[in-house]
C-alpha cells in the first residue's frame, strides 16, 4: 500500500527488544542476550561469543534473501513498485543493535558472489539481472554521457533502471568484506570497448546500428583516453579489435590505420585507405585518432600513393608524347607533390611520367636534374645541343605556376657548372656532331665545364670522351670513345712518323694535339699526356710496341726505336712503379725480328747466342751469334734482357750431350771429349747450384741416364795397387752415366769408390743441393758403398803372392793401411738400419788389414779377431792397434772385444782340418790348445741365453768338433755326456760301447752339463733304469712298510714318511718355486706352476729292501750283463708323463755296504729333476731341500743358501693394504693390542699434551739388533699438521695378526690375560711359536738382546708376566741352537739368560727345571708332532706347522705384538687407537650396492614371472618344484637390504655396525632416524611387508604349520606378488623424492641394461670411425694416415706438450671401442642433462708395465680401482702434457714406447692445485641430499696440470701413440 510514512523495523527475541532494526523489516532471531534481557550480547570471552555474528550473517541475512526473491513474484511494470521494491535493499551504513554485526554488507556480498538476479532490467521486459555473473546488469545515467540506452540495448548490452544508491551500496560493502573482485558497475569505455570487442565475431548482426551512431560511439570509446599523459600513445593498447572504423566507402572495420580524405581524390581506387569525411570533420575524434596513430597523413606516405598512382610508368630513358597523360590526373598529381615536396619525395615517384617540356614531350621524375628549368643566356652551345627544358604551364595556369613554388631548385640551372656537367653527362649520347662550331665557342664550353666541381670529384670521367669537342691529328673534331688509347702530344715529343697510319688502323689507338685544350679536362677524360718524362714515353711504347709487328715498320724504322728504348733504359731503369711496363715492352721486343744477321737474314734476339759462353763456343755455328755492331757490352747486356741465350737451358744442354755422345762413337779423340764432357757436367752442376736455373726432375732423369761421364785415373790407391801388382787396371773404366756415379763431397771419396762405382770428376760439385742427388741417382760414399769398395779391394789383394822387393816397400805398407783405415772410419759411421746390410758383406771377407812383419802383410776375416789378445793365438788374431777404437766396424766385421763361442769352433774347426778330419792324432801342443779352446767353448756356450740368435747360426753343431774323453776331436754328433756315471761301470761290463765327451767344468751350480740347445745327447736320455721283476714282490718292502701293509697299522717307515711329507708338503713346493725364480731371474710361468704342483701331487713313495735294475738301451732292447743291486733309488715315470713312482732303499743290510744316504739323494735329485723337466741346476740345494728334517725349514735352509723369497703371482698386481686393516682392536681384551706393521701403512699415532690421535704414515720401519729395539718413523699424512718425522720405538715380542684361535687362547691364558673365547679352544698348541731371532752363538751380543729385552718392558709386565718370559726366551734359545746346529752353546746361553734374569728378581728355579727337560732330548729329533707348549715341553716341540705361511723366523723389521697396561700404554706407544671415525658418503661404493640390490630385485622379478606362467599353464596340479615363490621373497629381501645400505652410503656413510646387519626393519629405521634424512619420506610400511618374510622363506622352522618354505609358498603365492610390488613400490618413492639417488638408479639401469651383443647403432658413433674397419665386431684399431687432420691434431698436441724430449712417432692409431663409447656417451649426456655442460678435454695416459691393450680392448675402460695411492689419492690419473705421461710410458720388447690419448668428463672439477689436504669429493647438502664432485684437478711439479677421475666412464681411450 501507497505509504507516506517510512517503515521502521524493529529486532526481537521471540519479544521485543528495545531497538530498532534500522532496516525496511523486523528481524526475529533466538539471539543470545545480555544478562538484563534487553540488549544483544558483544564481546564476551564466553564459548558462545560469536553466536550472535553467525546468527546475523548466516540466517538472518539468507532470510533476507528469500524475502527479497518472494518479493520478485508481484513484479509490475510500474514507477511505484520499482522505488517499493528498491526500498527493500539495506542501506550499508545503518546504526543501532545491528550496526556490529555488518548485516547490509554480507548481503550485498551474498547477492554479488552467488549470481542472484535481483535487478529489473531496462528493456520493459520481465527478465531479472544480478550484480555479477552472464545475466550481470549494468546501471544506466545520462549524467555519465553514455550512448543513448536504446543504442546500448541494441548493441546487446543488458541495463537495469535500479538507483544509483544501491550500486554505491553494493560497492561499499564488496571494499569493507576485502571482496577483491574488480566491478564497476556502469557501462564505462573500456567495457564498451570490450563489448564491441566480443561482438566483432557478429558484426553483420550489429553493422548498421554502429554505422548509424559512430559518431556518439566513437566520443564515448576514446572520452577515457588521455594522449597527453602517455609517453608513446598506440592506438593498438586500447582499440585494437574494436569495430569502430568506418572508411570512405562506407565499409565498417575493426580499428586500423587509415590516411586522412585530403587528395583522396588523387586514388580513386583506394577509397577503404581513407577515413569517412564525416568522422574526419569532427576535429576532437579526428585530433584524438590522429595522436593515436590511426590516422596518417597521405602526405607523410609518398610510398602509397606510388603504389596506387595511375599515372604512366616508363624507364629513365623513355619519354612520351604530352597528349598521352591525363592532364587532370597529372594536375592532381602536382598539387599533391607540393604539399609533400621534399628531396626523399621523387624517389618513390621514381620513373612515373609526369614532367612537362618545351618540345611537347614528357618526361620520367627520375630525370629533373637533366631537365633544364630554363635556356641558357650565357653558353650558346648548350642552346644548339637542344636540350630539354620544364614547361610547367601546360599543366597549370600562369599564377600557379612554378614561379610561386619551390621546384626550380630540382632541375638543372643554365647556370651552374655543376648542373651543366651532370646534363651534358646524361645527354652525351643524342649530341648532335658539330660540323661549323668555331674553336672559341667550344673553348668557352670547356672553360665554363672545368669550372664544375663534379669535374674535379673524381680523377678519371671517361665518359668525356663521348663528347664531340677533341682535335686529332688530321685537325678533326671528333669523339674519341671508340678508341682503345688516346695520347695527347706535345710536338717534337717523339718521332710522329707512322704514328697517323696507325690511327687509321682502327686498332684503338688515337692521337690529339694539346695546345689547343687544358691539361686537365684532357687528363680528365683519360688521355694520356705524352710529355719528356721518361715514364710517359714508356707509356707510349708499352702500347705502341705489340704493333711493331705490322708491315709498315721494317728493321730499318725499328731499330732507331729499339735504340730509343734503350737508351731510356738505361737512363731511367726499371721501378717499382714502371717495372710492369718494362716487363711488357721487353716480352714484346724478345720475339720481335730487328737484328740483321750476317747471312742476310732477320732475326728476333731470343734466337741468337752470347759468344762469350766457353760452353757455346765449344758447340755452335758463327752464324747464331749477333753482328760485330752488337758487340758492346752495354748492347749484349740489352740484347740479353730481351733474350740472348747467354745460359745453357735444359733443352740445349741434352743436345750438346748427345752430340758428345755422337762424337765418342765416331771415335774423337778422348782428351777433347774429355773436357767437353767436364764442361758439360760442370755446366749441369751450375744449374742444379743456381736457384733460377733449377732444373726439373723431367731433364734430370734424361740427364741422368747419359754415358757422358769419363773414367777417371787419379793417384791414390791406383798408384799403391800398381806398385804391388804390376799388371793392375781399374776395374771401372770406359763412359758410364751419371745415374749409378759417385759423386766426390769428401778429400776420401775417391778412394772409397773408385773400385766399385764411377766416379764423377771433381768439377761437379752441387755440395749445397744435396736434395737433387736422390733425383739424378747419384750415389754420396755411404758405408755401404765403402763396404762395397772395400771387399773389392781385398778382393784385389788376394791375388797377391809377395810384395816386389823395393825400398819403398814400407812406406807403400803404409799408405796402404791408411787406405783400409779411411774405409773402416767410413763404415764405423754407419747408421743402425744399415748394419745388417753391411754385416752381410763383410763378416765372410777377408777385409781386416794386418801387417805381417816389416814388409808383408795378411788380409783376414773380422771374425777370426779379438781386441784383447787371445789364447787361441795360433788361429785368432789380435785386432791391429790402428783401428781397435772403430768399435762398430769391429761388431760389423764380426771380430769381438774377447775370446767368443765362434773363435772356439774357428779354432777347433782348423784344428780339425790340420789332423786331416781326426784321422791323424793331436801333438801335446795341439791338444793344450784344443783342451783351451773346448773349455772356452762350454764356458761361453752356458751364457747365450737364445740360441737361436741369427749370431749363433752359422755354429753347425753338426759338422762342429769336440774333444772326447781320449782327448781326440769328434765331430759332436758322435758323442754323449756321461751324466749317470753308475751307468758307466754297468756299461763296461757289456758290449754296448759309447764314444763320451770330455766332461766339461762345473756350471755354476756344481754340475758338468752341457746347455741343452748343443743337442749333446745324455747318457741317462739313451739308457733307461728298469726294475727287474723280482724287486717287484711285495716280499722285497722294507720292514716297517711290510708289517704296516699285513697289519694294516700307521707305523710306517720313518724315512720314506719323512721324504713323502717333504714332496708333498707346500713348503717345498714354494721352496722349488723360489729356486727356481733364482736360477732363471725370472718368475715361473703359470703353466709351469701348474704343472709341478701336478707331478708333485703324483709322485708314489715306496721304500724297499733291495733295488734290481736292468739297463735298456735307446732301441728298448735290454743291455745284456747289466744286472745290479747296488741302486739305493729308482724312479720310474708312468706313460701319462705326469706321476712316476719312486723306489727307495734306505736301509743297511748285512748283506750289502751301508747306505750312501749323499748318493741316494743326488739319485732322487737326478730322477726328480728329469721328471719335472730339468728346472732345477743346483742339485746341492736340492738335496738339502730334501734332507730337511721338517718342511718347515726349508724357507730358512734357501734363505741361509741368500736365495730371495718369492710367492708365486706376487709380482702381479700387487696391492696393499686399505686404511684399517692394519691397526685392529680386539674389543673383548683389555690388555693386548695386536698391531702388523708394514712400510707406507697408515696408523694411529698421539702427539704428546694433544688429546686425539692423528692419522700417520710408517715412512721406515728401523731394527737395532743389540737393543732389541725397533724405531718406527712415521710422518703426519695429512696437510696442515706438524710435517716433522717422529720416531716411535716399540719392543716386538709376538706375532699375532692373522694367528688361529688355539694360538689366541693359550697365548692370552698364559699371559693371565681374561678372554671370553669358548674353552674348547683350551688345546695343546702344535709347539712354540719362534718370532725372535737371538744370537745364541754370540754370548756377548746375547747378553745385551736379553739386557735391553727386559729393560723395555719392566715397567709394562707384572712380576708373573716377566717370570713368563723367561720360560719363554728359554724355549726360544733352545729353539735357535737346534735349529743353528749349535747345541754345544746351549748350557752358555742358558747361563746368560739366568744371569741376566737373575737381576730382575726372576724365580731361577723354573728355568732349571725347563732346562733339564729340554737337555733331557737332545737326540735327533723324529717326525713325531708335538703334544705340549707353555712350561711342559715334549720331544720336538719346534717342528709344529703354522697355519699361514712359513713358520720360519719373522723379521722384527715387520711385524711385532705390542703388550702393555692400561696405565702404562702411552709410555711405551704415545698413540692409541680412538673409536671409530663417524662414515663418511662413498658414491662409488653406493653404486655397487645399489646395482646389486637392482639386480636382485629383476632376477626376483623374472623368476615371479616365470612362476606366474607356470602356474597359468598348471591350473590343476598342485606345483611346488617347478615355481619358485620362497626364492622370490628372499631375493627381494636381499634387494632391500643392499639398497638401503646404499642409501646409507650415498647420504650419510655406512657404520661398520650396520654393515654386516641383514634386518632390514632395522635398517630402515636407523636410516629414517638420521638427523639428515627427509622428514616426509617413510619407507617402513613396504620395509615391514618384506621384513616379516625373512625367516620364513628361508628355513622350515618359520613357518605355521612347519612347512618347508617352497611348499608353505607355493600355497600363499598372492603374498609373494605383493612382496613384489611393495619393493616396488619402495624403489619408486625413492626415486621421485630423492633425485640424486634417482640419477645414480638410472645410471646403473643403464649399467645393467647396457648389452654387449646389441646390434652396432652406426648413428650412436662417433661420425669419424670407420665401420668398414670394424666388421661387424665391437673393437677395432684403426691406423691413421700420416696425412689425415686426425693424425695431424693428435701429433700436434702431443709434440706441443713434451718439452725437449726427443722422440718421433712411429704410428697413431684410432681405437673403436663400442662398449667402451656407450658408457662414456651416456656418462656425458647424463653430466649434459646436470650440469648443463660436460667439461670434456683431451688428456695423455701412461701405463708403465701394464700393457695399454689391455685397457683399450676390455669393457671397463681405465680402471679406477687400479691405482688406490696416486698424489690425489685412489682414480684414474691423466695428465694435459704428454711429458708427464712419459715417465710412465709403457715399453714394449722390441724397444718402442706407447702412450694413449683419452677424452676425459672432468664434470664437476673440484680444484685442487693449491691444497691437497681435502681430497674428498664430498661438496656439501642441499634439500638432505649429499652433492659430490664428479673429479679432480691439481699440478704435478710446477705447471703440470693432471686430472683424476674416479669413474669408469668418464674416460675414453682415443688414440695409441
Given at each position: ?6 517503515p521502521?523495523?524493529?529486532?526481537y ?31 564476551s570471552?564466553h564459548?558462545l ?7 546475523v550473517?548466516?540466517?538472518?541475512m ?5 524475502l527479497l ?14 522505488d517499493?521494491?528498491?526500498?527493500l535493499?539495506p ?13 547490509p554488507?554480507?548481503?550485498?556480498c551474498?547477492?554479488?558472489l552467488?549470481h ?6 531496462l528493456d520493459?521486459?520481465?527478465?531479472w539481472?544480478?550484480f555479477?555473473?552472464p545475466?550481470m546488469?549494468l546501471?544506466?545515467s ?11 540495448i ?6 537495469t ?19 577483491t573482485?574488480k ?5 564505462s569505455?573500456a567495457?564498451l ?6 561482438i566483432?565475431?557478429e558484426?553483420h548482426?550489429?553493422?548498421n546500428?554502429i ?14 583516453i588521455?594522449?597527453k ?5 598506440k ?12 572508411t570512405?566507402n ?33 576535429s ?6 590522429q595522436d593515436?596513430g ?5 602526405a607523410?606516405?609518398?610510398e602509397f600513393v ?13 619519354v612520351?608524347?604530352f597528349?598521352?597523360?591525363d ?5 592532381l ?5 607540393k604539399?609533400?615536396?621534399r628531396?626523399?619525395?621523387?624517389q ?16 620520367p ?8 628549368s ?5 653558353i650558346?652551345?648548350i ?9 610547367l ?5 600562369q ?6 613554388w ?7 640551372d ?7 656537367f651532370?646534363?651534358?653527362?646524361f645527354?652525351k ?14 673553348y ?10 663534379e ?14 669537342l677533341?682535335q686529332?691529328?688530321?685537325?678533326k ?25 696507325l ?6 689507338i ?21 710529355q ?29 726505336h ?15 712503379k714502371?717495372?710492369?711496363s ?12 730487328f ?14 747466342y ?16 749477333p ?6 757490352l752495354?748492347w749484349?747486356?740489352f740484347l740479353?734482357?730481351?733474350g ?10 741434352l ?19 774429355k ?7 760442370a ?8 736457384d ?15 754415358a ?27 763412359w758410364?752415366t751419371?745415374k ?7 778429400d776420401?771419396d ?16 752441387i755440395?749445397?743441393?744435396?736434395g737433387?742427388i736422390k733425383t739424378?741417382g747419384?750415389?754420396r ?10 771387399k773389392?779391394?781385398?778382393k784385389i789383394?788376394?791375388v ?6 823395393r825400398?819403398?816397400?814400407l ?6 793401411q ?6 773402416y772410419a767410413?763404415?764405423?759411421s ?12 763383410l ?8 801387417l ?11 771374425s ?13 788374431e ?19 772385444s ?7 769352433c774357428?779354432?777347433?774347426?782348423t ?5 786331416r ?6 801333438n ?42 781320449e ?10 755326456l756321461?751324466?749317470?756315471p ?10 754296448k760301447c759309447?764314444?763320451?765327451?770330455k766332461?766339461?767344468?762345473k756350471?755354476?751350480?756344481g ?19 728298469k ?8 716280499a722285497n718292502l722294507?720292514n ?36 727356481i725364480k733364482?736360477?732363471t ?9 701348474e704343472?709341478?704342483?701336478?707331478k708333485?701331487?703324483?709322485i708314489?713313495l715306496?721304500?724297499v729292501q733291495?733295488i ?5 738301451d ?6 745284456s ?13 708312468s ?8 723306489y ?61 723369497e718369492y ?11 686399505h ?23 697408515i ?20 731394527g ?13 699424512s695429512k ?5 716433522q718425522?717422529?720416531?716411535v ?7 699375532s695378526?692373522?694367528?688361529p ?31 725372535l ?5 754370540h754370548m756377548?751380543?746375547l ?15 707384572t ?5 713368563f718370559?723367561a720360560?719363554r726366551?728359554l ?10 746346529a749349535r747345541?754345544?752353546?746351549f748350557?752358555?746361553?742358558?747361563k ?11 724365580d731361577?728355579?723354573l728355568?732349571?727345571s ?9 737326540a ?5 708332532s ?5 712350561g ?9 706347522q ?13 711385524s711385532?705384538l ?6 702404562f700404554?702411552d ?6 687407537v680412538?673409536?671409530e671415525p ?7 661404493e ?12 629383476k ?8 612362476s606366474?606362467e ?6 590343476d596340479?598342485q606345483?611346488v618344484?617347478?615355481?619358485f ?22 647420504l ?7 654393515s ?23 619407507l ?8 616379516r ?5 628361508r628355513?622350515?622352522?618359520?613357518n ?5 618354505p ?14 613384489v ?6 624403489y619408486?618413492?625413492?626415486k ?12 646403473v639401469q ?6 654387449r ?13 670407420s665401420?668398414?674397419?670394424?666388421q ?5 684399431l684403426?691406423p ?6 686426425e693424425y695431424l ?16 712417432i712411429?704410428?697413431i ?8 663409447w ?17 667439461n ?8 708403465r708395465s701394464?700393457n695399454?691393450e ?14 688406490r ?23 714394449t720388447?722390441?724397444?718402442?714406447y ?9 664434470g ?6 693449491e691444497d691437497r689436504?681435502?681430497?674428498?669429493l ?11 664432485y664428479?673429479?679432480i ?6 705447471l703440470?696440470?693432471?686430472?683424476v677421475?674416479?669413474?669408469?666412464e668418464?674416460s675414453?681411450?682415443?688414440?695409441c701413440i
Open positions: 500500500k501507497k505509504s507516506t510514512q517510512k521502521k523495523g524493529m529486532v527475541c521471540y519479544l521485543p527488544l528495545p531497538h530498532a532494526s534500522q532496516l525496511p523489516v523486523h528481524v526475529n532471531g533466538h539471539f543470545w542476550l545480555s544478562d538484563s534481557r534487553r540488549d544483544l550480547q558483544h564481546g570471552t564459548d561469543k560469536d553466536w550472535n555474528r553467525e546468527l550473517q548466516q540466517t538472518v539468507r532470510a533476507y534473501v528469500e526473491m518472494y518479493c520478485k513474484r508481484f513484479f509490475v511494470q510500474d514507477k511505484e513498485f520499482l517499493w521494491f528498491y526500498s535493499f542501506q550499508p551504513d545503518i546504526k543501532g543493535v545491528l550496526e556490529s554485526f555488518k548485516l554488507e554480507h548481503l550485498f551474498y547477492l554479488f552467488n542472484v538476479g535481483i535487478l529489473i532490467s520493459n521486459s520481465s527478465n539481472l544480478s555479477n555473473g545475466e546488469g546501471f544506466y545520462p549524467l555519465y554521457q553514455e550512448p543513448k540506452p536504446e543504442v546500448l541494441s548493441l546487446g548490452i543488458k541495463l533502471n535500479a538507483p544509483s544508491r544501491i550500486l554505491h551500496s553494493l560497492k561499499a560493502s564488496l571494499i569493507s568484506q576485502n571482496e573482485a566491478f564497476s558497475g556502469r557501462v569505455a567495457f570497448r570490450d563489448h564491441l570487442r566480443s566483432a565475431k558484426l548482426v550489429y553493422e546500428v554505422k548509424a551512431n559512430i559518431i556518439p560511439l566513437l566520443h564515448f570509446v576514446l572520452n577515457d588521455d594522449c599523459s602517455m609517453p608513446s600513445p592506438w593498438e593498447d586500447a582499440l585494437n579489435g574494436v569495430p569502430l572504423m568506418v570512405n562506407n565499409q565498417l572495420r575493426l580499428m586500423c590505420k587509415v590516411y586522412d580524405d585530403r587528395h583522396s581524390d588523387l586514388l580513386p581506387t583506394c577509397q577503404e585507405h581513407f577515413i569517412l569525411k564525416e568522422i574526419a570533420n569532427e576532437a575524434i579526428y585530433t584524438k585518432l593515436l590511426v590516422i596518417k597523413k597521405l607523410d606516405n609518398p606510388a603504389k596506387h598512382l595511375a599515372l604512366p610508368k616508363l624507364s629513365h630513358e623513355q612520351l608524347p597528349n598521352k597523360v592532364k587532370i590526373l597529372l594536375t598529381f602536382w598539387k599533391y607533390l604539399d609533400c615536396l628531396e626523399n619525395v621523387f618513390s615517384f621514381s620513373n612515373f611520367i609526369v614532367i612537362p617540356t618545351t618540345n611537347d614531350n614528357i618526361y621524375l627520375s630525370r629533373r636534374k637533366v631537365i633544364l630554363a635556356k641558357s643566356n650565357r650558346k652551345l642552346n644548339e645541343f637542344k636540350l630539354p627544358v620544364l614547361c604551364e601546360k599543366v597549370f595556369d599564377d600557379l605556376c612554378i614561379g610561386n619551390t621546384f626550380k631548385q630540382y632541375f638543372a643554365p647556370d651552374n657548372a655543376d648542373d651543366i651532370l646534363l651534358l653527362k645527354h649520347n643524342v649530341l648532335p656532331q658539330l660540323e661549323d662550331t668555331v674553336e672559341k665557342e667550344v668557352n664550353l670547356i672553360e665554363f665545364l672545368d669550372k664544375s666541381e669535374l674535379h670529384k673524381q680523377e678519371n670521367q671517361t665518359w668525356l670522351k663521348e663528347l664531340p677533341f686529332l691529328l688530321s685537325k673534331l671528333s669523339r674519341i670513345d671508340s678508341f682503345r688509347t688516346v695520347f695527347g702530344l706535345y710536338r717534337d715529343s717523339i718521332p710522329t712518323d707512322g704514328l697517323s697510319e690511327t687509321d688502323m682502327r686498332i684503338g688515337a692521337f690529339v694535339t694539346i695546345p689547343m685544350y687544358c691539361e686537365n679536362f684532357l687528363s680528365k677524360a683519360g688521355v694520356n699526356i705524352i719528356n718524362r721518361p715514364h710517359a714515353i714508356l707509356e707510349l711504347y708499352r702500347d705502341l710496341v705489340s704493333h711493331f709487328h705490322r708491315e709498315c715498320f721494317t728493321p730499318e724504322v725499328l731499330l732507331p729499339v735504340e730509343y728504348i734503350k737508351q731510356l733504359y738505361y737512363q731511367a731503369g726499371p721501378s717499382k714502371t717495372r710492369s718494362w716487363n711488357v715492352i721487353i716480352s714484346i721486343l724478345t720475339s720481335l725480328k737484328i740483321r744477321k750476317t747471312d742476310n737474314t732477320i732475326a728476333a734476339p731470343r734466337d741468337l752470347d759468344p762469350n759462353v766457353e760452353l757455346f763456343s765449344e758447340f755452335k755455328q758463327e752464324s747464331d751469334f753482328p760485330t755492331q752488337f758487340d758492346s752495354q749484349l747486356d740479353s734482357l730481351l740472348l741465350n747467354r745460359k745453357v737451358n735444359s733443352q740445349l744442354w743436345s750438346f750431350a748427345k752430340s758428345l755422345i755422337e762424337a765418342v762413337n765416331d771415335n774423337e779423340d778422348f782428351g777433347i771429349s773436357r767437353k764432357a767436364i764442361l758439360l757436367l755446366n749441369l752442376a751450375e744449374q742444379i747450384r743456381t733460377d736455373l733449377r732444373p726439373s726432375a723431367d731433364f734430370l732423369c734424361q740427364a741422368s741416364s747419359l757422358i761421364v769419363p773414367s777417371l785415373d787419379e793417384k791414390s790407391p791406383s798408384d799403391v795397387l800398381s806398385y804391388i801388382i804390376p799388371d793392375f787396371k781399374m776395374p771401372v773404366r770406359g758410364n751419371i749409378g756415379s759417385v759423386i766426390q763431397l769428401e776420401h775417391w778412394e772409397l769408390s773408385c773400385l766399385c762405382r764411377p766416379v764423377l770428376p771433381k768439377e761437379f760439385n755440395s749445397t743441393n744435396l737433387f739424378l747419384i750415389c760414399v755411404t758405408p755401404i758403398i765403402a763396404a762395397e769398395n772395400l773389392e779391394l781385398s789383394l788376394s797377391c803372392k809377395e810384395l816386389p822387393d825400398r819403398n816397400t812406406e807403400i805398407l803404409h799408405q796402404l791408411d787406405i783400409f783405415l779411411s774405409h767410413c763404415i764405423n754407419c747408421e743402425k738400419e744399415d748394419e745388417p746390410n753391411l754385416k752381410e758383406l763378416q765372410t771377407s777377408n777385409c781386416l788389414y794386418i805381417d812383419g816389416q814388409f808383408s802383410f795378411k788380409l783376414v776375416p773380422g777370426h779377431t779379438v781386441v784383447k789378445r787371445p789364447d787361441l793365438h795360433s788361429c785368432i789380435t785386432v791391429p792397434e790402428y783401428c781397435k777404437s772403430l768399435i762398430k766396424f769391429l761388431d760389423i766385421i764380426g771380430s769381438s774377447d775370446l767368443t763361442i765362434n773363435h772356439c774357428i779354432f777347433l774347426k784344428l780339425w782340418h790340420n789332423t778330419l781326426g784321422e791323424v792324432g793331436l801335446p801342443n795341439e791338444q793344450s790348445d784344443a783342451r783351451r779352446a773346448y773349455d772356452h767353448f762350454v764356458t761361453l756356450s752356458r751364457l747365450i741365453k737364445d740360441p737361436f740368435d741369427r749370431i749363433y747360426q752359422d755354429l753347425h753343431i753338426d759338422n762342429l768338433p769336440l774333444l772326447s774323453e782327448e781326440k776331436l769328434e765331430l759332436a754328433t758322435n758323442l754323449i756321461n751324466d749317470a753308475w751307468y758307466r761301470e754297468r756299461l763296461h761290463r757289456t758290449s759309447y764314444k763320451f765327451i766332461t766339461p767344468p756350471d755354476n751350480f754340475n758338468p752339463s752341457l746347455p741343452e740347445w748343443l743337442g749333446i745327447p745324455l747318457l741317462s736320455s739313451l739308457i733307461v733304469e726294475p727287474h721283476p723280482k724287486m717287484l714282490n711285495k722294507c716297517a712298510e711290510r708289517v704296516a701293509a699285513e697289519e694294516r697299522g700307521d707305523q710306517h717307515c720313518p724315512y720314506l714318511q719323512h721324504l713323502k711329507t717333504v714332496l708333498k708338503s707346500d713348503y717345498f713346493f714354494n721352496g722349488l718355486l723360489r729356486l733364482y736360477e731371474k725370472n718368475p715361473p710361468s703359470d703353466e709351469l706352476v704343472t709341478l704342483k701336478s708333485l701331487d703324483n708314489e715306496i721304500c733291495l734290481t735294475t736292468v739297463l735298456v735307446e732301441n728298448n732292447e735290454e743291455i750283463n747289466s744286472l745290479d743291486s747296488s741302486s739305493s733309488c729308482l724312479i720310474m715315470p706313460e701319462d708323463v705326469v706321476s712316476c713312482t719312486v727307495i732303499a734306505p736301509h743297511e743290510s748285512d748283506s750289502t755296504s751301508p747306505v750312501d744316504r749323499n748318493e741316494l739323494l743326488y739319485r732322487l735329485f737326478v730322477g726328480l729333476n728329469q721328471q719335472f723337466g730339468h728346472v732345477v741346476h743346483d742339485s746341492h740345494i736340492f738335496m738339502e731341500m730334501l734332507s730337511c728334517q721338517h718342511p718347515n725349514m726349508i724357507g730358512t735352509l734357501l734363505s741361509n743358501h741368500q736365495i730371495p710367492i708365486h703371482g706376487s709380482d702381479k698386481n700387487f696391492s696393499k693394504s686404511l684399517g686393516d692394519n691397526a685392529t682392536l680386539r674389543p673383548y681384551l683389555d690388555h693386548i693390542i695386536v698391531f702388523n706393521f708394514k712400510v707406507g701403512e696408523i694411529k699415532f698421539k702427539k704428546e699434551n694433544s688429546s686425539s690421535p692423528i692419522n700417520a704414515k710408517i715412512v721406515t720401519l728401523e737395532e739388533t743389540l737393543s732389541m729395539k725397533c724405531n718406527l718413523k712415521i710422518k703426519p696437510k696442515g699438521e706438524n710435517d718425522i717422529e720416531v720405538q716399540y719392543c716386538p715380542l709376538l706375532l695378526k692373522y694367528m684361535p688355539a694360538y689366541e687362547y693359550n697365548i692370552l691364558k698364559t699371559w693371565k690375560i681374561a678372554t671370553n673365547l669358548p674353552d674348547s679352544l683350551d688345546t695343546a698348541l702344535p709347539g712354540p711359536i719362534s718370532f731371532e737371538l744370537s745364541v752363538a756377548d751380543i747378553r745385551a738382546e736379553l739386557m735391553e729385552l727386559y729393560t723395555g718392558v719392566r715397567q709394562v709386565f712380576h708373573e708376566q716377566m717370570q718370559t720360560v726366551l724355549y726360544q734359545i733352545h729353539y735357535m741352537c737346534t735349529k743353528m747345541m754345544d752353546v748350557d752358555k746361553a742358558v746368560v739368560l739366568i744371569g741376566v734374569v737373575s737381576s730382575f728378581g726372576i731361577l728355579q728355568l732349571l725347563v732346562k733339564q727337560q729340554l737337555t733331557k732330548h737332545q735327533e729329533p723324529t717326525f713325531v708335538s703334544t705340549g707348549y707353555g711342559v715341553s715334549s720331544d720336538n716341540a719346534y717342528l709344529g703354522s697355519s699361514r705361511g712359513s713358520s720360519s723366523p719373522i723379521s722384527v723389521k715387520f711385532g705390542w703388550l702393555g697396561q692400561q696405565n700404554r709410555q711405551l706407544w704415545r698413540s692409541h680412538e673409536a663417524p662414515p663418511q658418503p662413498n658414491l662409488e653406493a653404486r655397487m650396492w645399489l646395482m646389486q640390490a637392482l639386480n636382485d630385485f632376477a626376483a622379478q623374472n623368476l615371479l614371472q616365470q606366474k607356470i602356474r597359468a599353464a598348471h591350473r596340479s606345483l618344484l617347478e615355481v615363490p620362497a626364492q622370490v621373497c628372499f631375493l627381494s629381501h636381499e634387494s632391500v637390504e643392499k639398497c638401503l645400505k646404499a642409501l646409507f652410503l650415498a650419510f656413510g655406512l657404520d661398520t655396525k650396520l654386516g646387519h641383514t634386518n632390514v626393519m632395522d635398517l630402515c629405521q636407523e636410516l629414517q632416524r638420521h638427523k639428515g634424512w627427509a622428514s616426509g619420506i617413510d617402513r610400511p613396504q620395509v615391514l611387508q618384506v621384513s618374510h625373512f625367516m620364513q622363506c628355513y622350515p622352522g618359520y605355521v604349520p612347519k612347512q618347508a617352497a611348499y608353505s609358498y607355493a600355497k600363499r603365492f598372492s603374498e609373494t606378488e605383493e612382496v610390488a611393495a619393493v616396488q613400490e619402495m619408486h618413492t625413492i621421485e623424492q630423492l633425485p640424486n639417488v634417482g640419477q645414480m638408479m638410472e645410471e643403464v649399467r645393467l641394461t647396457n648389452r651383443d646389441d646390434p652396432i647403432d652406426p648413428a650412436s658413433l662417433p661420425p669419424g670411425w665401420l668398414q674397419c670394424m661387424g665386431q665391437r673393437f677395432a684403426v691413421l694416415r700420416i696425412t689425415c687432420d691434431s693428435i701429433s700436434e698436441l702431443f709434440f706441443s706438450s713434451m718439452g725437449n724430449i726427443g722422440v718421433r712411429f704410428s692409431d684410432r681405437i673403436q671401442n663400442v662398449d667402451i656407450k658408457d662414456y656417451a651416456s656418462k656425458r649426456n647424463l653430466l649434459v642433462q646436470r650440469l648443463g655442460y660436460c670434456e678435454v683431451t688428456a695423455f695416459h701412461g701405463t701394464h695399454p689391455a685397457i683399450f680392448k676390455s669393457q671397463k675402460s681405465f680402471d679406477v680401482l687400479k691405482s695411492h696416486g698424489l690425489y689419492g685412489p682414480g684414474a690419473y691423466f695428465a694435459r702434457d704428454a711429458r708427464i705421461s712419459h715417465d710412465y710410458v709403457h715399453r720388447t722390441d724397444g718402442y706407447k702412450m694413449l690419448v683419452a677424452k676425459v668428463l672432468l664437476d672439477a673440484k680444484d685442487c692445485t689436504s681435502n681430497l674428498s664430498h661438496k656439501g647438502e642441499r634439500g638432505g641430499i649429499v652433492e659430490q664428479d673429479s684437478f691439481g699440478v704435478l711439479g710446477t703440470s696440470i693432471i686430472y677421475v674416479h669413474r669408469n668418464q675414453y681411450p682415443a688414440y
